[in-house]
């Protein structure tokens, strides 16, 4: 529903109707830090520039067991919500999108900064790290429970 209208409705009006009340805000402190649990939201920020409801473009990694799926948002899918997402689960000249932290970061720099958002590149590649440090660390907890 949010998907269809925002093909028609322009971002800014589009923020101003969902920043203060959305299903996907969370208010912490009295309601002075407002975070945002939505797809396509690098920062998980209640802002403008990170909303992904607001905006036509945006971006999302997510965890996997070996690595990360990149997430863009399609502008084909302005009018068909089921064409809205575009998956990236491989890096050029890779054989996985896997846990190889520079491939990785080499293809949300590409993609991500390289035609699609610029601004979010940092943003990004932030995630990208944060994910991949916690992914060396589940795996390590698992090998070393394994051994005892």
């Excluded at 997510?62 to 990149?70: C, H, K, M, R, V």
Aim: aromatic share 8%.
């Amino acid at each position: 529903e949010i998907a269809t209208m925002s093909a028609s409705v322009a971002p800014d009006l589009l923020w101003m109707l969902t920043r203060a009340n959305n299903s996907f805000l969370v208010k912490r402190d009295g309601g002075r830090t407002q975070f945002c649990k939505e797809q396509f939201n690098l920062k998980n920020q209640n802002s403008f520039k990170f909303s992904g409801i607001a905006n036509s473009k945006g971006c999302d990694l997510q965890p996997t067991e070996n690595g990360a799926i990149l997430t863009i948002k399609s502008q084909k899918g302005k009018t068909k919500p089921a064409q809205l997402c575009k998956v990236t689960k491989r890096a050029r000249g890779a054989e996985r999108f896997d846990n190889d932290f520079t491939k990785v970061a080499k293809c949300i720099k590409n993609t991500v900064g390289g035609y699609y958002r610029p601004d979010l590149t940092k943003h990004a590649l932030a995630r990208w790290t944060k994910l991949h440090k916690s992914i060396k660390k589940a795996k390590s907890k698992g090998a070393a429970a394994a051994k005892k």
